[in-house]
């Protein structure tokens, strides 16, 4: 490139929205900015005792618009209209019920306080029965099991499921609700003034991994098949879509009213959207047999390999297998843990229950996850004798089950909160090992990890047990914002910068910041609590009320 280009990448978290505006030549980043969801901020919406969690589109719309004009202020003024491309990553599975013209139910007034009107959210778990009807139908009802791109079970955290779970609850939303649309899709649609749900361009990331699209059987499961679940979903197949676009490609240009809105110019190319973790791989460029690893609320493990190494391989236990998902032309795996973060979250939470009613407990709150990681860290391994599972939020991977349950075992009278805090950092840490177990029985290797997320930049004790407990050192992630930065790459591509998002990814990566190894003596006492940890996984797994796809 002779001169600068500028794009800009937005990243919608579970909790907030951030855009950051990169150089695409070198990669810098000039400005940044983070938008907290203001409706999701006070609770709205959501029922954490039913795992149900929706988020208003309104919320997605003005993150988008105050992220990107704080982005562009910090970057400059004369920036905003040399910006050439924007790409959008987004949590997933979230799909939103959508009428004829594309447009959410709920900017609609009669379901403007709806919430089965509204997004919902990824780790929303309403749909478990759902889910279950979809994997016993795939089983036992004479065809194709069309989970099986899907490792072999589908998740209540997913597409189909959550569809049938609102059009089963909500007679009005099913009256009302044309098609549906993930968030992912719906971002990039509505910037491009392209909503129209048969025609918007639709994620080859998102229909691959939650939706079991797949080319071989043209597309989304057949009418028959969806029917045979609930005759509900009949006639909705062909409301949705045939093809999928994967990131580098462009959907439009920004439509005069958006680019009023957003501060930049029509000339700004964007990009189809994807999700999250899958562009957040790319932004830490990652190569075949490296394993990205998001460290944040949950965990989303990304494996890229030639298709042509896989071959017909079905990798049984995970999050899908989809051509072009994360790196166009690459074999995209996905794994992860449905708690992470949170589960470190819930119990600073349990600790800290009352102090909101003290004087100064606020403060006093926010410092219960640092001082545990402090003392916690200076405990000798297996010391405590206390172990524990790690599926306070379900079970994504091995075999997703979302109505598993986590467990602790080996209490006693003199168990602290430090203890207690180190088995979940160290089951955390198991359950990451165990998805690193899953992909090795199905003969792939993986050869680096490296990390990005929140958690590795505030808790090098966290990420030392992860190392050791997997036997392999961990690279961290320079970029504070590497999903965005993804985003940006992506968007570098669908402007026509960079002709491949391989040769955007040298070019702006910021590579790692550090590494941490394996200390020998830890990986031996970690391998008798891992043998442990799989003892009590499996003893819960098989007295849950009825029972489940052995991990």
């Known amino acids: 490139m002779a001169r600068d280009s500028y794009v800009i990448g937005v990243d919608y978290g579970t909790d907030s929205v951030r855009s950051v505006v990169v150089n695409a030549r070198t ?105 279950a009807d979809i994997n016993r139908t795939a089983r036992t009802w004479g065809g194709d099991d069309y989970t099986r791109y899907s490792g072999g079970v589908y998740s209540s955290e997913w597409f189909f499921a959550k569809i049938l779970h609102i059009l089963r609850k909500d007679a ?46 043209e597309g989304l499961p057949p009418e028959a098949f969806l029917t045979v679940v609930d005759p509900l979903l009949g006639g909705l197949r062909d409301r949705l879509y045939r093809h999928t676009f994967t990131s580098d490609v462009k959907v439009g240009n920004l439509t005069a009213e958006w680019a009023a809105k957003l501060g930049l110019t029509t000339d700004v190319a964007v990009a189809v959207g994807a999700f999250d973790a899958h562009m957040g791989a790319v932004g830490v460029e990652i190569k075949p047999y490296t394993l990205s690893k998001v460290m944040g609320t949950s965990t989303c493990d990304m494996l890229i390999a030639p298709c042509a190494h896989i071959g017909d391989k079905l990798i049984g236990g995970i999050c899908g297998q989809v051509d072009g998902s994360i790196v166009p032309g690459m074999l995209g795996m996905e794994a992860g843990q449905s708690a992470f973060g949170d589960l470190f979250a819930w119990f600073g939470a349990l600790l800290g229950f009352g102090l909101d009613l003290v004087e100064g407990g606020e403060a006093a709150r926010d410092r219960i996850l640092p001082a545990l990681n402090a003392a916690a860290e200076k405990i000798p391994i297996g010391e405590s004798g206390i172990v524990a599972i790690d599926w306070m939020n379900g079970r994504r991977t091995p075999y997703a089950n979302q109505e598993l349950r986590g467990a602790i075992m080996g209490l006693t009278l003199g168990s602290d909160a430090p203890r207690i805090y180190r088995a979940l950092v160290e089951a955390t840490a198991f359950g990451s090992r165990r998805i690193v177990d899953r992909f ?41 914002q590497a999903c965005a930065l993804g985003a940006a790459m992506f968007a570098a591509t669908a402007a026509g910068i960079y002709d491949k998002v391989e040769d955007a990814q040298p070019a702006m990566g910021a590579g790692a910041e550090m590494q941490y190894r394996p200390i020998p003596e830890n990986v031996r006492a970690y391998e008798t609590l891992y043998q442990h940890y799989l003892a009590l996984g499996a003893f819960v797994e098989e007295h849950h009320e009825g029972g489940s796809r052995s991990s």
């Open 27 to 131: 990669g810098e980043e000039l400005g940044a900015h983070v938008h907290p969801y203001a409706r999701w901020k006070r609770g709205l919406y959501c029922d954490p005792s039913r795992n149900a969690f929706r988020q208003h589109p309104l919320d997605y719309i003005e993150g988008l618009i105050a992220s990107v004009r704080g982005a562009l202020e910090e970057a400059g003024e004369e920036v905003a209209s040399q910006v050439k491309g924007l790409a959008v990553d987004t949590t997933g599975s979230t799909p939103v019920a959508v009428d004829r013209q594309g447009t959410p139910l709920a900017l609609k007034d009669e379901f403007a306080d709806n919430p089965n009107a509204m997004f919902v959210l990824w780790k929303d778990h309403t749909a478990v029965k759902e889910a």
């Open 440 to 480: 090795r029985e199905e003969g792939i290797e993986i050869e680096r990890v490296i990390v990005l997320g929140g958690i590795p930049k505030k808790s090098p004790f966290i990420v030392q047990v992860c190392a050791d407990i997997l036997n392999m050192p961990i690279d961290v992630a320079r970029s504070e």
């Open 172 to 217: 009005a939303v099913r009256d009302a609700a044309w098609s549906w649309v993930e968030h992912c899709d719906w971002m990039p649609a509505l910037l491009t003034g392209k909503t129209d749900p048969l025609t918007l361009k639709r994620s080859r990331c998102a229909a691959g991994h939650k939706a079991m699209w797949h080319e071989s059987w």
